[in-house]
């Protein structure tokens, strides 16, 4: 049995997350689709982690086991030519059979975009939040300032995460302004369900002026949802990058 380690570009706007889900069109359900025509396997692909519904990835990372003689040049090949075009396989290699891409992941960094502006846009509104208000982007970047280091999530996580700890520990939390577009970037060793998602309605309502920057520092320590803000839309979320061990 060989190894097989995918790297995965996709547009989430028509797919219902990464999970697989009976008779709903998802990234794992399409490619397993195919990877079981070519190999006539049963295939299982192992992904870095869960994606949301609406939420795209520039570099998901994912994993399969097979006994095929294809090599990974003719699975990237035929799998680009049969996935839907809102998914693309930009790596296919043989990676050490004990390769794990979920679980021997180090580090994962998501963006997340806003477009801040009066007016809407009718290209592209499936890749960030509108927000019409102004928002105080020095405040917020004040409050992305207590989310650095390690500390218990619990008051960003989403309901029904299956996880053992909420504690994570963050290495980078930072926003960037390219005119009305605003970036929010943020990398951690894991992330819970919703989280940054969470973060950045917290983070919003700072700019908005609910709170001060020391609000977020606050919530963080409530450990409650309900002292948060809202849940930020799905489709200004993209997955950028997943690390690994060098060896």
């Given at each position: 049995?060989?190894?097989?380690?995918?790297?995965?570009?996709?547009?989430?706007t028509d797919f219902h997350g990464w999970?697989?889900?009976?008779?709903?069109?998802?990234?794992?359900?399409?490619?397993?689709?195919?990877?079981?025509?070519?190999?006539?396997?049963?295939?299982?692909?192992?992904?870095?982690?869960?994606?949301?519904?609406?939420?795209?990835?520039?570099?998901?990372?994912?994993?399969?086991?097979?006994?095929?003689?294809?090599?990974?040049?003719?699975?990237?090949?035929?799998?680009?030519?049969?996935?839907?075009?809102?998914?693309?396989?930009?790596?296919?290699?043989?990676?050490?059979?004990?390769?794990?891409?979920?679980?021997?992941?180090?580090?994962?960094?998501?963006?997340?975009?806003?477009?801040?502006?009066?007016?809407?846009?009718?290209?592209?509104?499936?890749?960030?939040?509108?927000?019409?208000?102004?928002?105080?982007?020095?405040?917020?970047?004040?409050?992305?300032?207590?989310?650095?280091?390690?500390?218990?999530?619990?008051?960003?996580?989403?309901?029904?995460?299956?996880?053992?700890?909420?504690?994570?520990?963050?290495?980078?939390?930072?926003?960037?302004?390219?005119?009305?577009?605003?970036?929010?970037?943020?990398?951690?060793?894991?992330?819970l369900k919703f989280m940054v998602r969470n973060i950045?309605?917290?983070?919003?309502?700072?700019?908005?002026?609910?709170?001060?920057?020391?609000?977020?520092?606050?919530?963080?320590?409530?450990?409650?949802?309900?002292?948060?803000?809202?849940?930020?839309?799905?489709?200004?979320?993209?997955?950028?990058?997943?690390?690994?061990?060098?060896?």
């Amino acid at each position: 049995m060989k190894n097989f380690k995918l790297t995965i570009e996709y547009d989430g706007t028509d797919f219902h997350g990464w999970q697989y889900q009976p008779g709903l069109p998802t990234i794992q359900s399409e490619i397993q689709k195919i990877l079981a025509l070519m190999t006539r396997e049963n295939i299982v692909i192992h992904g870095s982690g869960r994606t949301d519904a609406g939420v795209h990835a520039l570099a998901q990372v994912a994993h399969f086991h097979s006994g095929t003689r294809i090599g990974p040049p003719q699975f990237q090949v035929a799998l680009n030519q049969m996935l839907p075009p809102g998914i693309v396989i930009r790596e296919c290699r043989h990676v050490h059979p004990a390769f794990h891409a979920r679980f021997d992941a180090i580090r994962k960094t998501y963006r997340y975009h806003i477009l801040n502006r009066p007016l809407a846009t009718a290209v592209g509104r499936q890749y960030h939040w509108h927000i019409r208000q102004p928002l105080d982007l020095s405040a917020m970047e004040k409050a992305a300032g207590h989310l650095l280091g390690e500390h218990d999530f619990k008051a960003f996580e989403g309901s029904g995460s299956p996880r053992v700890s909420t504690v994570r520990r963050i290495d980078k939390a930072c926003f960037s302004r390219d005119g009305d577009l605003i970036v929010f970037e943020i990398s951690s060793n894991g992330f819970l369900k919703f989280m940054v998602r969470n973060i950045v309605g917290t983070l919003v309502d700072v700019g908005r002026g609910k709170y001060g920057p020391e609000g977020v520092r606050d919530i963080l320590a409530s450990k409650d949802r309900t002292k948060g803000g809202a849940t930020a839309p799905a489709q200004g979320l993209f997955l950028m990058n997943v690390e690994y061990p060098e060896h």
